[in-house]
């Protein structure tokens, strides 16, 4: 029989209205901003607002949350080589969506401090970035140039070390 703990859940509201009940104890052993409000009393009745994550989103959260949290050997880093993580080709495809979903997802973890989370898909979009240049990876996030020519030769040549 599951314990009054198992079966407690709370209501966490996206940006866009959706409320999503989950099991208290899942979302927070994987959430310290959860587990910080639970511990501290303020999420036991009212729903959890979570102003900058649409609900598309949270449900992608949740999905991982869900699945990590049925793993038992999911203490590991994301960090750790492939073979030796039994959730390696969920958290592959996982991360395999666009850049502005991936942005959105990262912005999530963060809120929600959900730190597996949060390494992983910032290890997604470094690897996206990784061995680009600066001016490949303005193209690809749609980052505007303040520099001037001149401007940037001078940052250049003050940071040469960085060039080598």
Known sequence: ???????????????????????????????????ALLDAGHATTDVVPLPNVTAATLSRVLDYVNKHSSDPDDSESVFLPRHDRPLARFDDDFVNVDDNTL??????????????????????????????????????????????????????????????
């Open 1 to 35: 029989m599951a314990s009054t703990k198992d079966t407690k859940t709370i209501s966490l509201r996206s940006s866009d209205g959706q409320a999503f009940k989950v099991p208290e104890q899942t979302i927070a052993d994987a959430s310290a901003m959860i587990k």
């Open 103 to 164: 942005f959105d997802l990262i912005t999530a973890a963060a809120d929600l401090q959900i730190e597996k989370l949060l390494d992983l898909t910032s290890k997604a979009m470094a690897e996206r970035i990784k061995g680009k240049t600066a001016e490949d990876i303005r193209k690809r996030f749609n980052i505007v140039n303040d520099y001037n020519e001149e401007d940037a030769e001078e940052v250049c040549r003050e940071n040469s070390w960085a060039f080598e």
